[in-house]
């Protein structure tokens, strides 16, 4: 497809101001898409679509998925060859809002699909999910990396409304593309510091297997399947350069420890138990070949990730050091696990989640 092909072409960008969103904004008005971003109004996105539009010309429409009529009236005004749709309640606030995140996530969905019926013509959908698709991982016992063909086995609400979207668009009668998105890594500033984000880092255990990928990288992919048909009817997992983006829990924390100067001790993280693979969490490595020969996405390493977090902290690092006691104890509060005896835990990673955050196991 030529840039003159594309340059008339009408995208509807849902979640077009969080953390993949606006990174995919950015790389679809590159490509002289006409882009329209719907999102919520709130102070936090109106100074993002500011900002935005300094360097970028898309045409911002505020609503909320929830609403069968802010949806409908906007897919109606715009009438657009495709829908990019990432606005999502993500885990772990999903663990923190489980209705609100029910409502985004599956009845949302619900509420794009039924206003697209009204086109004539019917755009391709493309469906930004998850990895957590694929359930607990367990490193010990799961050696392969998760490939498109990996079977599905959502173990959280999270996990089980991407696959409700999932087969909600596959039931359609759309040209529809599923890309799965692992551990993403946020370049804009705050990101990642909300009390329920250290809540459940010290549950997560330090031996898991992650693949992350710059949210750069993630909104380039995500833009680049966008009208292309050889993604149509099909699912891909994306992920950053294997040789770099294959890494560990331990790897993480200790990284990005050293970055923020916030210590993260490891006797303060759940250990996970190796025989039993509901222990886990929902992250593993993936097999990126196919979704990069087709997408061509993959540019920032996890090493330039985090130089980039340096840039943003260097002003702020030497308050960092001095503040660094208080820091600490602190952030150890957090743990259930910090200053006891280390013992493996054997319960269900969705129990232990259920547990912190004061969930009905059944919640959908």
Not at 106 to 112: C, P, R, S
Not at 228 to 236: D, K
Not at 306 to 327: C, D, E, F
């Amino acid at each position: 497809m030529s840039i003159k092909d594309r340059a008339a072409k009408k995208v509807f960008l849902t979640g077009a101001l969080g953390n993949v969103g606006a990174n995919a904004l950015v790389h679809l008005c590159d490509k002289d898409y006409e882009v329209y971003a719907f999102d919520v109004k709130n102070p936090h996105n109106q100074t993002w679509s500011t900002k935005l539009a300094k360097n970028y010309r898309f045409t911002s429409i505020w609503g909320d998925l929830r609403s069968q009529e802010s949806i409908a009236e906007a897919i109606s005004q715009v009438g657009p060859d495709a829908i990019l749709h990432l606005a999502a309640v993500i885990a772990p606030t999903a663990y923190v809002m489980p209705e609100v995140a029910y409502d985004v996530n599956v009845m949302g969905m619900g509420n794009l699909l039924a206003a697209v019926k009204s086109l004539k013509m019917k755009p391709h959908f493309v469906f930004a999910s998850s990895y957590s698709v694929h359930g607990p991982r367990n490193p010990y016992r799961n050696p392969s990396p998760i490939t498109s063909e990996t079977s599905i086995n959502p173990a959280d609400n999270y996990g089980r409304h991407k696959v409700e979207g999932e087969q909600m668009i596959q039931s359609s009668d759309l040209p529809w593309t599923i890309v799965r998105l692992p551990t993403v890594l946020a370049t804009a500033k705050g990101w990642g510091q909300s009390p329920e984000f250290f809540k459940i880092a010290f549950l997560l255990p330090l031996d898991r297997r992650s693949h992350v990928i710059d949210s750069r990288d993630a909104g380039l992919a995500l833009a680049n399947t966008v009208l292309n048909e050889r993604t149509y009817g099909r699912i891909f997992i994306i992920g950053g350069p294997e040789e770099n983006c294959r890494i560990t829990g331990r790897d993480f924390f200790r990284s990005i420890g050293d970055v923020r100067g916030i210590p993260f001790p490891e006797s303060a993280f759940r250990l996970a138990d190796p025989d039993l693979d509901d222990s886990w969490y929902y992250e593993d490595w993936v097999d990126t070949s196919e979704s990069q020969e087709i997408l061509i996405y993959q540019s920032h390493s996890f090493a330039d990730y985090l130089q980039l977090i340096r840039q943003q902290t260097k002003y702020s690092r030497p308050l960092l050091r001095l503040a660094r006691p208080l820091i600490f104890r602190q952030v150890v509060k957090q743990s259930p696990f910090y200053g006891k005896s280390p013992e493996i835990s054997s319960e269900s990673f969705w129990s232990v989640i259920c547990n912190a955050f004061d969930l009905d196991p059944n919640q959908r």
